[in-house]
């Protein structure tokens, strides 16, 4: 691809995504010390969230649920007590889009 400081990121990313290549996509200063499916599951929803027409994005709801899933998958086995969410949406409010 060239120089990578020209390339948008959601091309770089993308580009990634279709070699399969996550890890690259994975800040380096983790050490690989992460869940790959939470990682994809945050990347998929991250990518989600770029589509050019809002019916394409996901809402906020869903963008908070997904993430807490994330944090759940990430935590699962390496905490013992409860985990905390994120725990932004608690009411039920119109959903703008």
Do not use: Y
């Not at 400081?5 to 959601?10: A, E, R």
């Not at 709801?61 to 993430?67: A, M, N, S």
């Amino acid at each position: 691809m060239g120089d990578e400081g020209s390339v948008h990121i959601i091309r770089w990313v993308g580009c990634l995504l279709a070699n399969g290549d996550i890890k690259n996509i994975v800040d380096p200063s983790l050490g690989g010390d992460f869940d790959i499916n939470s990682v994809w599951k945050a990347v998929e929803l991250a990518m989600a969230c770029t589509s050019l027409t809002s019916a394409g994005r996901p809402t906020m709801h869903q963008v908070v649920t997904e993430l807490n899933e994330c944090l759940a998958a990430e935590t699962a086995g390496t905490r013992s007590e409860p985990i905390n969410s994120i725990g932004m949406v608690t009411e039920s409010t119109p959903l703008a889009r």
